[in-house]
C-alpha cells in the first residue's frame, strides 16, 4: 500500500498522522481478512472508531489474527459485548474534574487532558468512552480555567498532561502550553503521558526535543506493551528524548492474549531498560466498557511481577497496580513478602522462598 511513499514522507509525523488507516478498506489493504471479520470490524466501527499509523501498521502480522500488535489496534466484535462489571468511566474522572480538562484525585498533583487526539487507537483505551478518537483540544476558555485553578492550588506540584496524547498538539501548541505551566511557582514538574514513542515515532524530532527541554524538569512517560514495539525507530525516539535530559518511564498494560505472561514481560521490560526506559506501572486492565475481552485475572499480574522481582534487575521491574474503580486511586497490588511483623521482628520470604528476618527498632 505504500510502496510509492518517499522516505521523506515516511519520516514526517504529519504524513503518518494523515495517512492512519481509518476505514475497513484501507484495512483490508494491509492485512488478510476473512469476510465474517470484516463484518464484525464493520459492525464494531460504528461504535468505536479505528486509527492505525502507517507505522504502526507495518509491526502487523497480517496473516495472523493473534498478533500482538494487531490485538491492540483492529476492532474486534467483542468490544460490542459488555458485561456486568463493565461501566463507562470506572475510575469517576468525570466526577473528579473540577474544572473541564483537569482530573484532580490527588491532593498534591493533576492529570491534564490536553488534547483528545491519539496517534493510534487502542482499543483497550481506558477512556474508551470519553476522549476516545476525539479531535478536541483544551483551549481558550476551558484553558483559562485550568490555568486559573493550578495557580489557585498551590499544593499542586506536579501536573501531567495526558488525553488523548499530548504529543498530537503542534510544537507552537504544545510549547506554549508548557510556557504557562512554567510560570506558574507551584508546579514543580511536569509529566507527559504519550504513546507517540511506540505508535508514531517520527513525532520526535530535534525540534520537538528543543521545545520540550526549554521547561525542565519535564519527565515523560510511554506505553510499551509488548517486546516486538522496540524497534530501531521506537529507540531512536527515546533516546533522543534521554539525550534531551528527559527521564523516560514506562507503563504498560497487562492484557490477555498480549503479554499475560511472564517470558513476553521479562522480554519487554529488558528491552525497556536497554534502550533507557524505566518500566513504571503495569496496569491491571480498568472496568471500561468494551475492553473486557482484554483483561486478565489479577493472579496473573501478581505472577508476573513474582518471577520478575529478585530474579532480574531491580530498575526492571514495575509497580503492579489496580486503578481503583470508583476513583480511589492507584493502589499496588503485589506478593505479600512479610511473613510476620511484631515489636520484635520482621520476618520476610525473599524471591527463592527462603525466610530472612530483620530486628525492630524500638522507637525511643
Ligand atoms: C495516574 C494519575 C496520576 C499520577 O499518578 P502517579 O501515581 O503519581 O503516577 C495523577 N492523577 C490522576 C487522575 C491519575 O489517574
Keep these: 500500500m505504500w510502496k510509492d511513499v518517499t522516505a521523506e514522507q515516511w519520516n514526517s509525523w504529519k504524513w503518518q498522522l494523515a495517512n492512519r488507516i481509518s476505514s475497513l478498506e484501507q484495512l483490508r489493504q494491509v492485512i488478510d481478512l476473512e469476510s465474517e471479520e470484516a463484518k464484525e470490524i464493520a459492525a464494531c466501527l460504528e461504535k468505536y472508531p479505528m486509527a492505525i499509523t502507517p507505522y504502526y501498521a507495518t509491526l502487523m502480522d497480517e496473516a495472523n489474527r493473534s498478533c500482538p500488535i494487531r490485538m491492540q489496534v483492529i476492532p474486534s466484535v467483542r468490544e460490542l459485548q459488555n458485561t456486568e462489571v463493565d461501566q463507562a468511566d470506572p475510575l469517576h474522572e468525570t466526577i473528579d474534574s473540577p474544572v473541564p480538562g483537569l482530573i484532580h484525585r490527588y491532593p498534591d498533583r493533576v492529570a491534564f487532558l490536553v488534547s483528545g487526539n491519539c496517534a ?7 477512556r474508551k468512552s470519553s476522549t476516545y478518537g476525539r479531535d478536541r483540544i483544551c483551549q481558550g476558555a476551558d484553558l483559562d480555567k485550568a490555568i486559573t485553578y493550578l495557580k489557585n492550588n498551590r499544593h499542586i506540584r506536579d501536573v501531567l498532561l495526558t488525553g488523548g496524547d499530548p504529543l498530537c498538539l503542534s510544537d507552537h501548541t504544545l510549547g506554549s502550553l508548557l510556557e504557562m505551566l512554567r510560570a506558574i511557582e507551584s508546579v514543580e514538574i511536569i509529566r507527559v503521558g504519550s ?55 514506562n507503563q504498560s498494560v497487562l492484557l490477555q492474549g498480549i503479554n499475560d505472561s511472564p517470558a513476553i514481560m521479562q522480554q519487554l521490560v529488558h528491552g525497556l531498560l536497554r534502550i533507557r526506559v524505566r518500566p513504571y506501572y503495569l496496569y491491571q486492565c480498568d472496568l471500561t466498557e468494551g475492553i473486557g475481552h482484554f483483561r486478565t485475572p489479577v493472579t496473573t499480574g501478581i505472577d508476573i511481577i513474582r518471577k520478575l522481582q ?38 520476610l520470604q525473599n524471591y527463592e522462598g527462603e525466610v530472612c528476618k530483620y530486628p525492630e527498632i524500638s522507637e525511643e
Design 310 to 347: 529478585g530474579h532480574t534487575s531491580g530498575l526492571a521491574v514495575p509497580t503492579y497496580v489496580i486503578d481503583a474503580p470508583g476513583g480511589g486511586g492507584k493502589i499496588p497490588v503485589n506478593k505479600n513478602y512479610i511473613v510476620s511483623h511484631s515489636a520484635q521482628e520482621i520476618v
Design 195 to 249: 504513546r507517540v514513542p511506540v505508535t508514531m515515532p517520527q513525532r520526535i524530532t530535534p525540534e520537538l526535543c528543543a521545545v520540550l527541554k526549554k521547561y525542565h524538569p519535564i519527565w515523560l512517560n510511554t506505553h510499551f506493551n509488548h517486546p516486538r514495539e522496540i524497534t530501531a525507530e521506537a529507540q531512536r525516539a527515546c533516546e533522543m528524548l534521554a539525550n534531551a535530559g528527559i527521564p523516560l518511564g
Design 120 to 126: 493510534v487507537y487502542c482499543r483497550f483505551c481506558t
